[in-house]
């Protein structure tokens, strides 16, 4: 792809992400996501309806009139986007493949994290370490990640969830919050999930294309396994073959599901051909509460 072509692209996602970002999320994003606590801001005249236990006594006794103590939110957090780039994830039966979907989606959380002032930084992984991107704030670092989400070209053939955890654990000591985008074909990464999710706020982004689930009744396909490249012939017409894929996708679903619910780690669940406006909004509203 030329660089005209390239810069299209990358210009075509950030001009719909940011404005969900703007319109939709960033109030939401806010609000789901708390500070690392109070801190003093300023003292201020007393006015009626003030909390008495915030009065600064010192500073009225000294003035003769009552004041308070003002607090407010420390607010900047770290976003790390951990995303999966396996040959696996390049992968689709609909207009959006599961790359480009979780790229989407990746600048939708950064621009809303731009907007609220919070630095956004990139693990790019397969069954490895492809890229790291240091959390930084600004408009043209989170251009950057965008380009690289939808261009990097990977060199690793499999999935491996535990690589960026433990490269997580190793690269970020105070907490951040890490979304990990996978559709979690991984050997087990139990351990080190529990590890991640003690020191920061972990959430799992698994994504999927719809075929994956309902497997279509399509007659004889070829079928090829991107990270092993094993092909083999099957007969999608066939109500047990078609059911043998669907339970793998389920049993995948169900152990990511339950591995994140053990580690207290929150989950969501995509399919790319439909809307993440709705599950995000849950998302964010279910967090706010809690």
Known sequence: ???????????????????????????????????????????????????????????????????IKVFEEERELTIMLLVDISPSVYFGTREVWKHEWMAEVSAVLGFSALQNNDKVGLILFSDQIEMYIPPKKGRQHLLRIIRELLFFTPTGKKTDVNVPLEYLLNVIKKKCIAFVFSDFMSPSYELTLKLAAKRHDIIGMHVYDPVESDFPSVGLVRLKDPETGKTILADASDQLVRRSFEDHYTQRLTEFRELFKRAKSDTMSFAVDQSYIQELHKFFKRRASA
């Open 1 to 67: 792809m030329d660089t005209t072509a390239l810069i299209k692209r990358v210009r075509k996602v950030e001009i719909k992400t940011r404005s969900l970002s703007s319109h939709i999320f960033s109030g939401e994003y806010h609000s789901a996501f708390k500070g690392r606590g109070m801190s003093f801001s300023e003292v201020r005249s007393y006015q009626y309806g003030d909390e008495v236990r915030d009065i600064d006594w010192n500073v009225t006794a000294r003035t003769g009139e009552p004041h």
